[in-house]
C-alpha cells in the first residue's frame, strides 16, 4: 500500500492499530517541518533537538488525546507547547510586542550596515525578532501551512485574533527587512 496518497489522520489512525511503516511516513511528513518551526522559535539546536524528540514522544504516548480530526494542527499544538515550556524552564520572559522594538531596529539597522547581508539572514533574524504571537502565527501560517481556523485552534484565540497578528507580523517583517524588498 502505498502511504504517499493516505491522509495524516488515516495513518495515525493505522499507527495506532499497530501500523509501525503508517508511524514512519508520519514522521517523515512532519519530521523537516517540526525541528525547523521549533528551532525558529529561537531555541539552540540542542534545545531544538530535545524538544523535536518530545514532541514526537507526546505523538507516541498520547494516542487518546487525537481527537482523529487535525493530525497537522495536533502536532503543532504540541510542538508549540513544548516550546513555550522550554522558555518557562529558562526562565526567558517572552518579549511583549513593543518591549523590544528598539533592539531589533538596532540589530537590523547594525546588518545593514554590512555590505555582504544575505537575506536570507535577515529574514531569518527577523523573523526570530518578532513578537512570539506573531511569530507563532507566522511560522504556522509560512512553514506549517496551517489554515488561519487551525492557528486559532492551536494557539486558543479567535480567528480575527490571528489575522490581526499575521498582519502586524507581515507590517512589522516589512519593515525589517527594507533593504531585501
Known amino acids: 500500500m502505498n502511504k504517499d496518497n493516505i491522509s495524516d489522520e488515516e495513518l495515525y489512525l493505522a499507527y495506532h492499530h499497530g501500523d509501525m511503516t503508517a508511524f514512519d511516513a508520519l514522521y517523515g511528513r512532519y519530521r523537516q517541518n517540526i525541528h525547523l ?20 514522544l507526546r505523538v507516541i504516548k498520547n494516542k487518546q488525546a487525537f481527537d482523529g480530526k487535525n493530525f497537522r494542527a495536533w502536532i503543532y499544538t504540541i510542538a508549540r507547547n513544548l516550546s513555550t515550556d522550554a522558555f518557562r524552564k529558562a526562565n526567558i520572559r517572552i518579549a511583549d510586542p513593543l518591549d523590544d522594538y528598539g533592539e531589533a531596529n538596532a540589530h537590523v539597522s547594525a546588518q545593514r550596515q554590512q555590505e555582504a547581508l544575505d537575506c536570507v539572514e535577515l529574514i531569518k533574524s527577523s523573523v526570530a525578532a518578532l513578537p512570539i504571537e506573531q511569530r507563532d502565527v507566522f511560522l504556522l501560517k509560512e512553514e506549517a501551512g496551517l489554515s488561519l481556523q487551525q492557528i486559532a485552534d492551536v494557539m486558543a484565540v479567535g480567528r480575527e485574533t490571528i489575522k490581526s497578528r499575521i498582519r502586524y507580523a507581515m507590517q512589522r517583517l516589512k519593515q525589517l527587512m527594507e533593504d531585501c524588498l
Do not use: P, Y
Open 37 to 56: 518551526f521549533l528551532l525558529r522559535q529561537g531555541h539552540a539546536e540542542s534545545t531544538t533537538e530535545d524538544l523535536f524528540h518530545d514532541c514526537w
